[in-house]
């Protein structure tokens, strides 16, 4: 008789970010499997007190923070991104220039303040106000970029959350003398190679929304989409027949993948985890 792990058991184990390999593991019986248990379970709690000891004494930063100034100092410091900061509420008509309309999909993961305020799904719509705004009165190409909290009512897995941090860049240039598609891929790499996170895969897919896109892909994880305009949402914004090009990351998913982690919300906004390491043990 082979046996595995009890529901409860697994959980626990879960929980103390377990691999797949151990979660999945086949003993002869249930002695057998129990000593292992709560072997597994020590090193476990063992492992998760080290790692949080380390965070508190020497390394202070926990690695959301760390992905989001390693990015933040390659854009500014290496590719001359300015860093803007914008409304976390915003109105349903951004919603709707961005096509988001009653009968979308997302208009239903909204977090509604009111009938006509909502915390952001997103930071494109700022960023297009943002994009337009400075090209007026500049008359120069734009290059800006965001880091901050977005909101969605989303399913709960292990790639998703409420609450996420987003970072969008936007470049707004006249020209593009190796295409856009190539100014992409640069970005995409260039945020990659800063963060830390190789092994990646860049892929050229299709979207409803925005036409041919880039997306970053790591152990079939989706770290980020890239598009580029013009685009037919641009007129809504007050921009016409101007090339841009624009990227945006999921820092807990690249901070998600850069630790190891089975699953997001051990390097998310929490007071059950810090840094992946859970507190209530």
């Not at 529901?7 to 019986?29: G, H, V, W, Y």
């Not at 080290?50 to 930063?61: I, K």
């Not at 709707?96 to 009111?114: N, S, Y």
């Not at 921009?239 to 998913?253: A, C, L, M, Q, S």
Request: hydrophobic share 35%; proline share 4%.
């Amino acid at each position: 008789m082979s046996v595995t792990f009890t529901p409860t058991q697994k959980q626990r184990l879960s929980e103390l970010n377990a691999k797949d390999k151990t979660l999945n593991k086949i003993f002869n019986d249930n002695v057998a499997r129990d000593k292992y248990y709560r072997e597994e379970e020590a090193r476990l709690i063992g492992r998760n007190k080290e790692d949080l000891r380390d965070l508190l004494q020497n390394r202070r930063l926990p690695l959301l923070s760390v992905v989001e100034k390693r990015i933040t100092e390659w854009l500014t410091e290496e590719m001359e991104f300015t860093q803007v900061n914008t409304p976390i509420i915003i109105p349903k008509t951004m919603l709707e220039k961005m096509g988001i309309t009653w009968d979308h999909p997302l208009r239903q993961q909204i977090f509604w303040v009111d009938k006509n305020k909502c915390l952001r799904p997103m930071l494109a719509p700022n960023l297009y106000e943002m994009m337009k705004s400075i090209h007026r009165i500049t008359r120069q190409p734009v290059r800006i970029f965001e880091i901050g909290p977005c909101f969605r009512k989303e399913s709960q897995g292990a790639q998703h959350l409420n609450e996420f941090t987003m970072l969008n860049l936007v470049e707004f240039a006249e020209e593009y003398s190796e295409g856009q598609m190539n100014r992409l891929k640069e970005l995409a790499s260039g945020a990659m190679s800063a963060a830390g996170v190789s092994g990646y895969d860049l892929e050229i897919t299709t979207s409803e929304v925005y036409g041919e896109t880039l997306d970053v892909v790591k152990d079939q994880v989706e770290l980020g989409s890239g598009a580029y305009g013009p685009h037919p949402l641009d007129s809504e914004w007050g921009i016409f027949d101007t090339p841009w090009v624009g990227i945006g990351f999921g820092i807990e998913r690249i901070a998600m993948v850069l630790g190891g982690y089975s699953g997001i919300k051990r390097v998310g906004r929490s007071i059950t985890f810090l840094d992946g390491c859970r507190l209530n043990i």
